[in-house]
Nanobody, 122 residues
Framework: QVQLVESGGGLVQAGDSLRLSCAASGRTFSSYYMGWFRQAPGKERELVAGITRSGGSTYYADSAKGRFTIARDNAKNTVYLQMGSLKPDDTAVYYC???????????????WGQGTQVTVSS
């Protein structure tokens, strides 16, 4: 089992940047494919970005391509989401999650953090 704790959310203005962090504890962090999800009020939770165990391959939703970067540091048991050119539509609770293998299917993520709020004002 792995425990996940997100941090780094906050209130920013449109066009700003923000870096989210997700610290993991428990079983070997490097064993998991990691994803960042977000959920806006009244909307379904959606995958924003994912990264393989080694960090060698990444996935981005269309909404994140060119603006967000996912990275991980297995020595620090941490996964990051660097967000740039933020828009009001990026306002959501952001969650990190762990899966046993590469997947875009939300139900295949076994472990979740509690989420961190990101609010982008116009």
């Amino acid at each position: 089992q792995v425990q996940l704790v997100e941090s780094g959310g906050g209130l920013v203005q449109a066009g700003d940047s923000l870096r989210l962090s997700c610290a993991a504890s428990g079983r070997t962090f490097s064993s998991y494919y990691m994803g960042w999800f977000r959920q806006a009020p009244g909307k379904e939770r959606e995958l924003v970005a994912g990264i393989t165990r080694s960090g060698g391959s990444t996935y981005y939703a269309d909404s994140a391509k060119g603006r967000f970067t996912i990275a991980r540091d297995n020595a620090k048991n941490t996964v990051y989401l660097q967000m740039g050119s933020l828009k009001p539509d990026d306002t959501a609770v952001y969650y990190c999650a762990a899966a046993f293998g590469p997947t875009t299917i939300i139900y295949e993520y076994n472990y979740w953090g509690q989420g961190t709020q990101v609010t982008v004002s116009s």
